[in-house]
């Protein structure tokens, strides 16, 4: 594993909820940031999650020829910036992506006092920017962003005319399914985070439910095969 190691939360190959066209999604782990309502509370913390080099990634996210652009968020993408970067640099060897990018900081900041040493080199691979932090009370269930008070900074003119309305186009979302594992892609419209967290619970109660009566069934008849021999 060469260059530096990110810690990543999640990976998505292939959304069409977080920007325009087909996109892959890398959401890394930790941020300093506790905003109210954050739909990724399990993000937040600065923990091991999985390990993966930025060429692994760049090829993970390839992997559907359909993809034209990578999209990072988190958890907070400027704390591995370094990474993110060169993961961009990478894939753009192989296909000629363009990348979005969400971070809780204002652009002005990461510019004057970047919170980690390839800030710089991140902003030079990024097309857009969606910065500052989520605010409930602005959520006004519109954009590619989470609530009014984010801006969309267009660092180059690739996405500037080409029609996709990020600050105000009607959200749309994704829901993954990996095993007991569901993942909410996007930025989901109003009610629908408390919506897909009631419908986690219900099939996680269900299939907790089902595992339990496989074990009861299983003892039962363990049960059973010892008395016949006894």
Request: aromatic letters at 6%; glycine letters at 12%; charged letters at 25%.
């Amino acid at each position: 594993m060469t260059g530096p190691v990110l810690n990543v939360a999640a990976t998505r190959v292939g959304t069409e909820a977080l920007g325009p066209g087909v996109r892959s999604a890398l959401w890394v782990q930790g941020c300093p940031f506790h905003c109210a309502g954050c739909m990724s509370t399990e993000w937040i913390p600065f923990r091991p999650a999985r390990r993966a080099g930025p060429r692994e990634l760049a090829e993970e996210l390839l992997a559907d020829p359909r993809v034209g652009g990578l999209t990072f968020s988190g958890g907070e993408p400027m704390e591995q910036a370094a990474g993110l970067a060169e993961v961009a640099r990478l894939a753009r060897k192989t296909r000629d992506v363009s990348v979005i990018c969400f971070t809780g900081y204002r652009l002005e900041r990461l510019r004057a006092r970047p919170p980690s040493p390839g800030v710089p080199g991140l902003l030079g691979e990024i097309d857009v920017l969606i910065d500052g932090l989520y605010v409930t009370g602005l959520d006004d269930g519109r954009g590619l962003r989470g609530s009014s008070n984010q801006r969309v900074h267009h660092l180059t003119g690739r996405h500037a005319d080409g029609g996709y309305d990020f600050a105000d186009r009607p959200r749309t979302a994704e829901i993954a399914v990996t095993g007991p594992e569901a993942l909410l892609i996007g930025v989901p419209p109003k009610g629908l985070i408390d919506a897909f967290d009631s419908a986690v619970d219900t099939v996680r109660a269900r299939v907790d439910a089902s595992d339990f009566h496989t074990g009861e069934a299983a003892r039962t008849a363990i049960g059973e095969q010892e008395r016949d021999e006894r």
